[in-house]
Structures are given as C-alpha cells and as structure tokens.
C-alpha cells in the first residue's frame, strides 16, 4: 500500500512569489492535515480535513495561505505571497478510522 | 487546547544502555498518544503507539507507559543502537486532533 505522497519535494523560490503543494493521503483516509515543521520542531497544524470540509484551518494564516481538497482526497496548499519566514517543511498527513496518523516525507521550501 | 510537554530536548547515551523520554499532556480528553522517530530529512514515522486504556504497551526494545492520572507518558529504549539515533516526538490526540511535543535529539554513542 502506497503511503502519503507529497510534491515537491524541493521548492526554492525568490520572496513574493507564489508555491503550491500537493498532497495524495492513504487511500481510505478521510481526515486529512497539513503541517508547518520548521529545523528543530515538532509539527505545527495548519489545516485539519473531514473529507472535503476543512474543519480546523484556525492556525492557517488565512492573508496569504489557502488550501483545499476537492473530491475529498487530493489536496493542495497554496503560498501566495511567499515570505522569507515561510522558509520550513511542509507536511501532509493522513489518519485511518483507527486514529493512527502517517506523514508524508514533507516538502522543504527556501524562500530567498 | 491541549498543551504537550517534552523532555529532556536532547539525550546522549551509550551504545546498549536504555534511554527514556517523558511528556505530560493537559487535556483529559486526549485518548491515543503516539510517538514518532524523525530522522534527519526523513518522515516521523510512528514507532509505537497507547490507547488511553492500557498502562503499557511493548514492542521489542521498545515500551511506552502511560499514567493517566498523572496525564504522563513515556517512551522506553532498551539496549539502545547507533541507529535509534533520530529525533523523537510524542503526542497526544482525541477527535483525529494531534499535539506534538517539542522533540527529543537522541544520539547513541557506539
């Protein structure tokens, strides 16, 4: 069984500028996250999906993050503008019905 | 919310002594509590896992207790390996919610 699948990644992008990330979760897992992981730290929520319903974005920085997860299983997370802090991992994860979370192997973006 | 704690942030031990890691947790909600192996570049992966209604739990070298009570957990390594060396995370969860601790930068000296 395949498990959490992230693109890219690698993201080295100059400041203002827009990146995206995208996460493909265990196949049969409804509830979907993305993690902020900076060098030294433990994960960071982001953003919590049931499904398509994101039901915990209250730590998404909301002027310049979006995110969604259309059809419920895909998902996508967008930086646009890109700051200098936004330097970090970016993880995906996705739990199964018994409560046990898996992570993707993260996408590490440098913004210059 | 739920606030986990993690101690010690780094340990250095011995090649085949046993090293232990603690957390406590806030919330009498949380129910699972998981732990995760980080190596450098790579995924957490989960190494082992309690349920709120067992006290211990083992596999191999490792073991994890759990006072509920005392809302405190802890990850046990017996006779310890160069290749248990990683980064270590707890945490706690109810309602697919996770918390993680802070992270503990295991080196086993061979």
């Known amino acids: 069984e395949a498990g959490v699948v992230q693109s890219p990644r690698y993201k080295i992008i100059e400041k203002k500028q827009p990146v995206a990330f995208w996460c493909n979760p265990i196949?049969?897992?409804?509830?979907l996250y993305w993690y902020l992981q900076n060098l030294g730290q433990g994960p960071e929520l982001l953003i919590r999906?049931?499904?398509?319903?994101?039901?915990?974005d209250s730590q998404l920085p909301k002027d310049r993050f979006s995110a969604e997860r259309l059809k419920g299983v895909d998902s996508t997370l967008k930086i646009q503008p890109a700051e200098l802090g936004d330097s970090a991992v970016y993880l995906c994860a996705s739990s199964s019905n018994t409560g046990e979370l898996f992570f993707g192997e993260g996408s590490r973006l440098t913004v210059l | 919310g739920e606030n986990v704690e993690q101690h010690p942030s780094t340990l250095s031990v011995q090649e085949g002594d046993s090293a232990v890691i603690k957390c406590t947790y806030s919330?009498?909600?949380?129910?699972?509590f998981p732990w995760y192996k980080q190596e450098l570049g790579k995924r957490p992966q989960l190494i082992i896992d309690?349920?709120?209604?067992?006290g211990e739990k083992k596999d191999q070298r490792i073991a994890v207790t759990l006072n509920k009570t005392a809302k405190h957990f802890s990850l046990h390594i017996t006779e310890t390996q160069p290749e248990d060396s990683a980064v270590y995370f707890c945490?706690?969860?109810?309602?697919?919610?996770?918390?993680f601790g802070t992270g503990t930068s295991l080196t086993v000296i061979p």
């Open positions: 919330d009498s909600a949380s129910n699972y």
């Open positions: 309690i349920r709120s209604n067992v």
């Open positions: 999906y049931e499904n398509e319903e994101a039901v915990d």
């Open positions: 945490a706690a969860s109810y309602s697919n919610q996770f918390y």
């Open positions: 196949s049969g897992h409804n509830t």
